[in-house]
């Protein structure tokens, strides 16, 4: 399975972005699915994640409220929309794919299997 990450960029403070991430090689719909980020010098983070039904959400404190994670099953996508963005959200942002087959969200990194980051850059 190939995760890829893209719609990262460089943006200003109070601006907003989309990520999106597209799965391929299994069917993305039977799991759950996340997105996480690393700052640097920083470990890696949760901040969102997406049952496989689309049913349940869970979000990191720092970011609930500004952004909303989503997926579209029939084109193995997920998304990440990220409005009023403040330069401690500069990070790389990485989407992930869980492990087990009909799972939930999850906060947990080691749930999950990794793809390549996007890099985003807020500037103050």
């Known amino acids: 399975v190939q995760l890829q990450a893209s719609g990262g960029g460089l943006v200003q403070t109070g601006g907003s972005l989309t990520l999106s991430c597209v799965v391929s090689?299994?069917?993305?719909?039977?799991?759950?699915m996340g997105w996480f980020r690393q700052a640097p010098g920083k470990e890696r983070e949760f901040v969102a994640a997406?049952?496989?039904?689309?049913?349940?959400?869970l979000y990191a404190d720092s970011v609930k409220g500004r952004f909303t994670i989503s997926r579209d099953n029939a084109v193995n996508t997920l998304y990440l929309q990220m409005s009023s963005l403040k330069p401690d959200d500069t990070a790389v942002y990485y989407c992930?794919?869980?492990?087990?087959?009909?799972?939930?969200?999850?906060?947990?990194?080691?749930?999950?299997?990794w793809g390549q980051g996007t890099l985003v850059t807020v500037s103050s």
């Open positions: 997406i049952s496989r039904g689309d049913d349940t959400s």
């Open positions: 992930a794919r869980r492990y087990s087959k009909w799972s939930g969200a999850s906060r947990n990194a080691g749930d999950y299997l």
């Open positions: 090689g299994r069917t993305s719909s039977d799991y759950g």
